[in-house]
């Protein structure tokens, strides 16, 4: 795993946690007017950006097969928690395996591991194959 996609997972991690943070402040109720509508614009804006996030993810799920990790690896993954070292997110890379899979495929991953709803993953991988393109069933990319 190259430095810079282990940056840019960690840059997630770090923003998913200033996000959190700054919710709980601001859910607090003491906003004027003006701060509540631009709280609300950079939501919905957040919002927009993570339907995206959530596209192209849904898309690296399936493009690299990650169905097929082996369960030390998901196990490896999950204990990153919410705040890994660069240098933990590049040793997880994991391991696939070559006989049974856990999942069988990269919707079964995301209703299995990551608890969302069939229809929800479904919809987040036709998505993926209209906007960014697909896999055929031979492994080979497809247009958008």
Known sequence: MSRDIAQALKDLANAKALLASATRRLAKGE???????YFALLT???AQELTRTQVHSAAALRST??????QESFQAI?????????E???AAKGRTTTG??????????????LDIPRST???RLVQADCLLGGVDEAGQPTEP
Do not use: C, N, S, V
């Open 44 to 46: 919905e804006d957040m």
């Open 65 to 70: 097969g990650a169905h097929k990790l082996d």
């Open 31 to 37: 906003l004027t007017a003006g701060q509540a509508a």
């Open 100 to 113: 049974r899979t856990h999942f069988k495929d990269a919707k079964g991953l995301m209703t299995g591991w």
């Open 88 to 90: 933990e997110i590049e």
């Open 121 to 123: 993953a479904a919809a």
């Open 78 to 86: 999950t204990d990153l928690g919410p705040d890994p070292t660069i």
